[in-house]
C-alpha cells in the first residue's frame, strides 16, 4: 500500500498526519508492505520523523521513495537512511533530439551533454539491472580493463537510466565508418583491447559462466534440430573447459569508445567468464551473422557497410589469433559460428520469428549452416597462438627503435608474462634485461639513422622458461664480447656506465648472440621455476 | 614513472623516491641530485617506494658518489630485496652506504 505525503510534516501537523495514515492503513493486510511516497514532501521535522518511527513499528517492512534531494538530507543527517530504506526521487531526462552512441543487448546508449551520456534499459523495471551493471563495471575497473562507471540513477520517459561521464568519445564504429584510413589502427586497439579481457582472471563466483548459458542455448536447440545435431551440439559446448577469464559478451564496436586518446569498454551488464570461443560467437553474429540475409542490417546498428565489416572481422580475428594463415582463420570462424548460429536462431525464434516470413527464412539458412558446420567440427577449442608451435606461446611486436617505445617495449613484455606466473623478483630482473637491450639498440643499431627492432617473447613449458629475442637490422654488434667490468674497484676508480650488459648477463639465465643475414639477433632467457 | 620528493634537515638532503629509476627517468634526477650537491653534501637517498632499477640509475647513483667523494656522505635506506641483490651483483653494495 502506499501513502502520499505532502507539504510540511512538522510539530504543528504531526498527530493529525499521523492519525490519518493510521486509520487508511487499519485494513491492510499485515503481510502487505507499507510505502511512503514523498514525491510531493516538501520538509520534516523531528516531529515528523516520530510520526515515521511510530508507522515503522507496527510495519517493520516500511519503505520510503521519491524523496527531493533536500528531505533526503534530512533522513540521512538523522540517521533515518540507515535504518528504514529511503529512495531518492530520480532526476528526470529526456533523450529527444539526443544522439544514440551506443546499443546493446539491454538498453541503448545517448549523448545528453558534451560530457555525460546516459544509457536507457528496454526494461522498464530495470533498476536491478542498473545495480548489475555497476558492480560489475566496478569489478572490471578494479582488475584494470578501462570503462566508465555510472553516477547517477535517472529516469527517462517510463524507464530508467543510469549516467556516465564520457568526454568527447566516439565510439570505434564512428571512427570505422567516417575516417576509413584508421581501420588498422582501429583492428589494433580492439584486439588489445580483447586480449587484455581474455587475458583478465576474473575472481570464483563474481560473474556469470558464459559456458552454462550456452548449455542452456544447446538444450533449447534440441528442438529445432535433427536428434544427431542436436546431440552433437551439446557435446561439443560441454567439451568446452570451465574458464575464469573475463569475456565482455558483446563485444561490438560501438561497445568500445575512443576518449581522447584513451580506449574504453563501455556496455558491461554481459560481463562473465568463458573461454574465449563463446566471445567469438557473438562477436561473428554482431559483424557477419545478424546481417548474413539482409546486409542492411549491419548499416543500421553498425553505421557501416556489410563489406567493411567483413573486412574488419576478419582483420580481427588474424590479429587475435596471431596468424595470416587463412585456414587456421576459417577454421576457427567455423568454431565461432556453431556458436553464434545457435544463439541467432534461438534469440530468434524466442521472439517469434517462426511466425513471420523473413525471421523465418534466416532461421532456416541459420540452421542449414549450423547443420553443415555441426558435421565436420569435432571440438570448439583452439590455440589462441594458433600460429605457433605447440607446447609453447610467441608474441611478437615490431617498434621503431627509439628510447621514447621503452614504455612500450616493457608493456608489451609485461602483458606477455602476465598469462604465466611469473614471480615479482624475476620480472624486475627480465625488465632491467629488457630495458638494456633495447636502449642499446635504440642508441647504437642504426644511430644517426632510425629503424626497427623485432621483439619476441616465447614462453616454453617444462621448466617454465621465457625467452625474449631481440632482432634489429643495424650495425653488427655482438654485447657478449665485451670485458666485465671490474666490480671490485672502489667508487673513485670505476667508470661510470658500462653496467648495462653486465647486469643483463647477472639477471638472465643464458644470453646468446648470432649474426645472421644482416640481422643482429640476441635472446635472453630466464627460468621462472627456479 | 618516478616520483621525488626532496626534503632539507640539519644541511642534509633527503630524497624518498617513488616508482621507477630507469632509463626514461633518471636524467631528470641526475639533474635534480646534481643540482641537490652543490648545496650540500650529504644525502639520504629513500628507496623504500622505490620498485625498480636499471643500470641507468646505477649511472646516477655512482655520478653522485663521485661528486661526494670523501667530501660527505651519500646513505641509501630501506632498499628491498629485489634492489639489494641488483647493487650486490654490480659491486655497488662496496662502494655506496646502504643501511
Known amino acids: 500500500m502506499t501513502i502520499k505525503l505532502t507539504g510540511r510534516i512538522d510539530s504543528g501537523n504531526a498527530a493529525e498526519v499521523e492519525s490519518k495514515i493510521f486509520k487508511e492503513i487499519e485494513s491492510m493486510d499485515s503481510s502487505e508492505a507499507l510505502v511512503l511516497d514523498a514525491a510531493d514532501l516538501e520538509y520534516i521535522s523531528s516531529a515528523g520523523l516520530r510520526t515515521i518511527l511510530h508507522l515503522r513499528k507496527t510495519n517493520p517492512g516500511l519503505r520510503i521513495i521519491n524523496v527531493r534531494p533536500e528531505v533526503y538530507e534530512i533522513f540521512d543527517m538523522t540517521g533515518f537512511t540507515e535504518m528504514i530504506p529511503v529512495e531518492k526521487a530520480y532526476r528526470v531526462v529526456s533523450v529527444e533530439g539526443c544522439e544514440e552512441i551506443g546499443r546493446g543487448a539491454n538498453g541503448t546508449i545517448y549523448r545528453i551533454d558534451k560530457d555525460n551520456v546516459v544509457k536507457v534499459y528496454n526494461n522498464a523495471d530495470a533498476l536491478e539491472d542498473i545495480q548489475h551493471e555497476r558492480e560489475v563495471a566496478k569489478l572490471a575497473l578494479i582488475l584494470g580493463i578501462p570503462t566508465a562507471i555510472s553516477y547517477d540513477v535517472v529516469k527517462v520517459g517510463e524507464s530508467y537510466g543510469s549516467v556516465f561521464e564520457l568526454l568527447n568519445a566516439s565510439s570505434f564504429s564512428k571512427i570505422i565508418a567516417s575516417e576509413p584510413d584508421k581501420l588498422d589502427w582501429c583492428v589494433k586497439e580492439y584486439v588489445d583491447m580483447l586480449k587484455l579481457i581474455h587475458g583478465t582472471l576474473v575472481p570464483k563466483g563474481k560473474l556469470p559462466d558464459m559456458r552454462e548459458t550456452a548449455i542452456e542455448w544447446a538444450e533449447f536447440m534440441k528442438d529445432y534440430l535433427p536428434e544427431a545435431e542436436g546431440k552433437k551440439l551439446m557435446e561439443l559446448v560441454e567439451a568446452v573447459p570451465q574458464d575464469d577469464h573475463m569475456i565482455h559478451g558483446d563485444y561490438h564496436t560501438k561497445n568500445l569508445e575512443l576518449q581522447n586518446d584513451e580506449v574504453l569498454l563501455i556496455d558491461m551488464d554481459t560481463l562473465a567468464v568463458g573461454h574465449p570461443i563463446f566471445e567469438l560467437a557473438s562477436m561473428y553474429n554482431a559483424f557477419i551473422g545478424f546481417s548474413e540475409i539482409d546486409h542492411e542490417t549491419i548499416k543500421k546498428f553498425q553505421g557501416f557497410d556489410f563489406e567493411t565489416s567483413k573486412k574488419f572481422w576478419h582483420k580481427v580475428l588474424a590479429a587475435y589469433l596471431g596468424t595470416e594463415n587463412e585456414a587456421i582463420i576459417r577454421e576457427v570462424e567455423d568454431k565461432a559460428r556453431i556458436v553464434g548460429y545457435a544463439r541467432l536462431i534461438r534469440r530468434s525464434i524466442r521472439r517469434g520469428g517462426l511466425e513471420d516470413a523473413e525471421s523465418l527464412a534466416e532461421i532456416e539458412h541459420w540452421k542449414a549452416e549450423l547443420i553443415e558446420l555441426l558435421g565436420r567440427t569435432d571440438t570448439l577449442l583452439f590455440d589462441v597462438n594458433a600460429a605457433s608451435e605447440g607446447g609453447s606461446s610467441s608474441h611478437e611486436l615490431v617498434i621503431e627503435a627509439c628510447p621514447e617505445n621503452l614504455d612500450e617495449v616493457m608493456s608489451f613484455v609485461a602483458k606477455t608474462l602476465d598469462a604465466v606466473d611469473c614471480p615479482p623478483k624475476a620480472a624486475m630482473q627480465i625488465d632491467i634485461a629488457v630495458e638494456e637491450i633495447f636502449v642499446n639498440i635504440a642508441n647504437y643499431a642504426y644511430a644517426p639513422e632510425i629503424g626497427n627492432a623485432t621483439v619476441m617473447v616465447d614462453i616454453e613449458e617444462d621448466p617454465l622458461t621465457v625467452s625474449i629475442t631481440f632482432i634489429d637490422h643495424g650495425t653488427p654488434y655482438d654485447p657478449l664480447a665485451k670485458e666485465d667490468p671490474d666490480v671490485t674497484l672502489t667508487a673513485e676508480e670505476r667508470e661510470i656506465g658500462g653496467l648495462g650488459i653486465f647486469m643483463t648477463k647477472q639477471v638472465m639465465d643464458d644470453i646468446s648472440y648470432e649474426y645472421k643475414d644482416g640481422r643482429n639477433i640476441l635472446t635472453l632467457k630466464k627460468n621462472l621455476q627456479g | ?99
Open chain 2, 1 to 99: 614513472m618516478l616520483n621525488t620528493t626532496k626534503t632539507i634537515e640539519d644541511g642534509v638532503i633527503r630524497f624518498a623516491l617513488e616508482g621507477r629509476l630507469d632509463t626514461v627517468t633518471s636524467p631528470d634526477f641526475e639533474a635534480e641530485i646534481k643540482a641537490s650537491l652543490e648545496d650540500a653534501k650529504n644525502l639520504v637517498l629513500d628507496f623504500e617506494k622505490l620498485d625498480y632499477i636499471s643500470s641507468a640509475g646505477l649511472r646516477v647513483l655512482l655520478a653522485a658518489q663521485k661528486i661526494i667523494g670523501g667530501g660527505g656522505q651519500m646513505k641509501l635506506i630501506n632498499v628491498n630485496e629485489t634492489i639489494m641483490e641488483i647493487f650486490e651483483v654490480t659491486g655497488f653494495t662496496d662502494i655506496l652506504t646502504i643501511e
